[in-house]
């Protein structure tokens, strides 16, 4: 068994129950489909230590496992309407496939499992990825090179734009990097540049500084910043400490929401009052030119709406249609 030690193990048959009682009341059990089409999902799973995750199987499914691609834990086959449980108890990543429908490190049926290590996003968070290769040098004398899995090893400061809707919530940053040398970090910072000429200034941070060397997930304190591309711009700087070239990075992610617009003071409509429940998501229709109420001023909040003005609705707020 690696280190990553499992509390319980739990196979699930319709009327069996799986053996055991975690002492946590903040454990939470995360749910893994194997679906028909031969995919875990979510593919990829983000828990605390001490949570359990359980793979069901839906009735009419073929047979599937869950098998570590080192072999730490296997379960045994799960038919169609039955479920596998596990409880992690050590911080770790780790693979895993069916070994009915892929192979280790391989493609197919696989996910991933992270237990304790990487910091968790809600479901309304979205992620924007730029790959180090989307990173141009700041200088051209920087030099840098690609090691091991497409990570790269710079000497210096790399620079990359940021393009998100005006409004947008960025609310987390994460860096994937290697430091093996312990004098020798990588960092990675978000940035806002007021227009036309201001300074910029840093709005979160993620290093590897403090952490054991090894390559992981780095991720910022809790932040939020609202876009507004009228009055600024955006930049991510990724940066050894060392310019030996001895840590290197692969990916930054930043986590951002949509969000709605302030309202205005004054109402639009004479029915939707500014204490109005509704009164900021449909002064937000207003502003977008989704809709221009129901006529003599007012809006009809309580009416119910046909099928060809909610086509009208979604048109005009996703500016649909453009052909290609």
Same mark, same amino acid.
């Given at each position: /068994?690696?280190? !990553? !030690?499992?509390?319980?193990?739990?196979?699930?048959?319709?009327?069996? &129950?799986?053996?055991?009682?975690?002492?946590?009341?903040?454990?939470?059990?995360?749910?893994?489909? /194997?679906?028909?089409?031969?995919?875990?999902?979510? !593919?990829?799973?983000?828990?605390?230590?001490?949570?359990?995750?359980?793979? +069901?199987?839906? @009735?009419?499914?073929?047979?599937?496992?869950?098998?570590?691609?080192?072999?730490?834990?296997?379960?045994?086959?799960?038919?169609?309407?039955?479920?596998?449980?596990?409880?992690?108890?050590?911080?770790?990543? &780790?693979?895993?496939?069916?070994?009915?429908?892929a192979l280790p490190a391989g493609n197919g /049926?696989?996910?991933?499992?992270?237990?304790?290590?990487?910091? +968790?996003?809600?479901?309304?968070?979205?992620?924007?990825?730029?790959?180090?290769?989307?990173?141009?040098?700041?200088?051209?004398?920087?030099?840098?090179? +690609?090691?091991?899995?497409?990570?790269?090893?710079?000497?210096?400061?790399?620079?990359?734009?940021?393009?998100?809707?005006?409004?947008?919530?960025?609310?987390?940053?994460?860096?994937?990097?290697?430091?093996? @040398?312990?004098?020798?970090?990588?960092?990675?910072?978000?940035?806002?540049?007021?227009?036309?000429?201001?300074?910029?200034? @840093?709005?979160?941070?993620?290093?590897?500084?403090?952490?054991? !060397?090894?390559?992981?997930?780095?991720?910022?304190?809790?932040?939020?910043?609202? @876009?507004?591309?009228?009055?600024?711009?955006?930049?991510?700087?990724?940066?050894?400490?060392?310019?030996?070239?001895?840590?290197?990075?692969?990916?930054?992610?930043l986590f951002y929401r949509s969000s709605i617009?302030?309202p205005p003071a004054n109402p639009t409509f004479?029915?939707?009052?500014?204490?109005?429940? =509704?009164?900021?998501?449909?002064?937000?229709?207003?502003?977008?030119?989704?809709?221009?109420?129901?006529?003599?001023?007012?809006?009809?909040?309580?009416?119910?709406?046909?099928?060809? +003005? /909610?086509?009208?609705?979604?048109?005009?707020?996703?500016?649909? =249609?453009?052909?290609?």
């Amino acid at each position: /068994m690696s280190k !990553r !030690r499992l509390l319980i193990g739990g196979f699930v048959i319709v009327n069996l &129950i799986a053996v055991g009682v975690v002492s946590n009341v903040l454990a939470a059990t995360v749910i893994v489909t /194997m679906t028909s089409g031969n995919t875990f999902f979510p !593919r990829g799973v983000i828990i605390n230590v001490g949570d359990t995750v359980t793979w +069901q199987n839906p @009735v009419g499914g073929v047979t599937h496992n869950v098998t570590a691609d080192d072999n730490s834990f296997t379960s045994p086959d799960v038919l169609g309407g039955q479920s596998f449980s596990l409880v992690f108890v050590n911080p770790d990543t &780790i693979p895993y496939h069916c070994a009915y429908h892929a192979l280790p490190a391989g493609n197919g /049926m696989r996910g991933t499992l992270f237990v304790g290590n990487r910091t +968790q996003h809600t479901a309304n968070e979205h992620v924007l990825e730029l790959n180090a290769w989307d990173f141009n040098p700041s200088s051209s004398g920087d030099v840098t090179a +690609q090691a091991n899995n497409y990570y790269r090893a710079p000497t210096n400061l790399m620079l990359a734009g940021v393009h998100l809707p005006t409004g947008t919530e960025v609310t987390g940053l994460e860096l994937v990097a290697c430091s093996t @040398v312990p004098a020798e970090d990588m960092v990675a910072w978000f940035m806002s540049c007021a227009e036309p000429n201001s300074p910029c200034v @840093v709005k979160a941070q993620a290093s590897t500084s403090g952490t054991p !060397r090894a390559c992981d997930f780095y991720s910022a304190a809790p932040f939020v910043v609202v @876009v507004d591309n009228l009055s600024s711009t955006y930049v991510l700087n990724v940066q050894p400490t060392q310019a030996t070239g001895s840590a290197s990075f692969r990916t930054v992610r930043l986590f951002y929401r949509s969000s709605i617009s302030y309202p205005p003071a004054n109402p639009t409509f004479t029915d939707v009052p500014t204490t109005h429940a =509704f009164y900021r998501y449909i002064e937000a229709l207003v502003a977008s030119g989704a809709t221009a109420g129901c006529g003599g001023g007012n809006y009809c909040p309580d009416a119910a709406v046909t099928r060809g +003005q /909610m086509a009208v609705f979604l048109a005009r707020s996703l500016g649909l =249609f453009w052909p290609n």
